[in-house]
Nanobody, 127 residues
Framework: QVQLAESGGGSVQAGGSLRLSCAAS????????IGWFHQAPGKEREWVAA????????GYADSVKGRFTISRDNAKRTVYLQMNSLIPDDSGVYYC????????????????????WGQGTQVTVSS
């Protein structure tokens, strides 16, 4: 089992920045694929970025390339999502998700690709 807890959400003006954190706990944190998803009000949950904690490989959705950076600190069992140049369309709830350790990591994968989810953190970007 892997438990995930997001933090770092809040309200910012367009052009601002936020850093989200995803703290992982449990017996099976290791070389995991951990991703971030974004769910805007009334819309489907969409993949944003992912990192393979074993090697640090990263992938991004086209909509956030050049603005968001995903990183990990394995000693702290934490994955971060640095969000810069925020726009109102970035508003919504951000969730982190993880696969079992040792499974392949992939980009642009659907929700079903991940087994474990956090509760989400709210991000609001005003114009």
């Amino acid at each position: 089992q892997v438990q995930l807890a997001e933090s770092g959400g809040g309200s910012v003006q367009a052009g601002g920045s936020l850093r989200l954190s995803c703290a992982a706990s449990g017996d099976t944190y290791g070389s995991n694929c951990i991703g971030w998803f974004h769910q805007a009000p009334g819309k489907e949950r969409e993949w944003v970025a992912a990192v393979y904690t074993g090697g640090g490989f990263t992938g991004y959705a086209d909509s956030v390339k050049g603005r968001f950076t995903i990183s990990r600190d394995n000693a702290k069992r934490t994955v971060y999502l640095q969000m810069n140049s925020l726009i109102p369309d970035d508003s919504g709830v951000y969730y982190c998700a993880a696969r079992m350790p040792g499974l392949l990591c992939g980009w642009s994968q659907p929700r079903s690709f991940y087994s474990y989810w956090g509760q989400g953190t709210q991000v609001t970007v005003s114009s």
